[in-house]
């Protein structure tokens, strides 16, 4: 399989290698549990195996892969117990966000949350699931970026980027994409009346789903 086009890649070849392996985990393409070999992966995106040895690097601190010893590297496999502990630690924290960007004020965010929300249901009619994948994370973090609480975005960030492969599963499920539009909407309007705790308690409720759906795969 060829390299992407080399005009669309990051400007600097580790940001690309770091960029085109996140992408080929979060699409599926390398399925958990898979192994990764250096040098078959410096071939296949046409570069040295520096590059993509630091790119492995940064994708274990980020959950999305693991290092054995004499063995190397292999997509990280999905764990119930890891998932449920993420999404914890994001109720926390997200609901911090949502306390802050709604004190902050601003029309820009509301306008922010329904365009997103359109890309997301934009995305779906057109069957381009890592397209709602990424809008979806777009929508989520108009409320985190507005909160004015940068060290908190980047812990949501690392949290958000170790359960990419899970989000993939999630997508599967027309009925899922489905909720996922009907939840987006509840959330919207709950921010637009200024209304703190429903917004948080809808983003609970969201994820709940999420995490119940995807025990049932999992298990």
Known sequence: MSSPNPTQRPPTVPAFVLAEL?????????????????????????????????????LETEG?????????????ELSLADLLEVYRLRQLLEAEAVRATIARGGEHVLT??????????????????????????RFHFVLVTSSGLPRLERILRALWDSTEAYRRLYYEQAGNRALVEHEHAAIVDAFAAGDTELVIGLLDEHRGHATTALGALLA
Request: proline share 5%; glycine share 6%.
């Open 22 to 58: 996140r992408r080929l985990i979060a699409v599926g393409e390398f399925v958990p549990g898979q192994p990764l070999r250096q040098e078959d992966l410096a071939e296949r995106l046409g570069v040295s195996r520096v590059p993509v040895r630091e790119a492995l690097n940064t």
């Open 64 to 76: 999305h892969v693991v290092h054995e010893p004499h063995r190397g590297y292999r997509v990280t």
């Open 112 to 137: 922010a949350l329904r365009a997103t929300a359109v890309e997301v249901e934009r995305a779906n009619a057109a069957g381009d699931m890592l397209a709602m994948n990424e809008a979806n994370r």
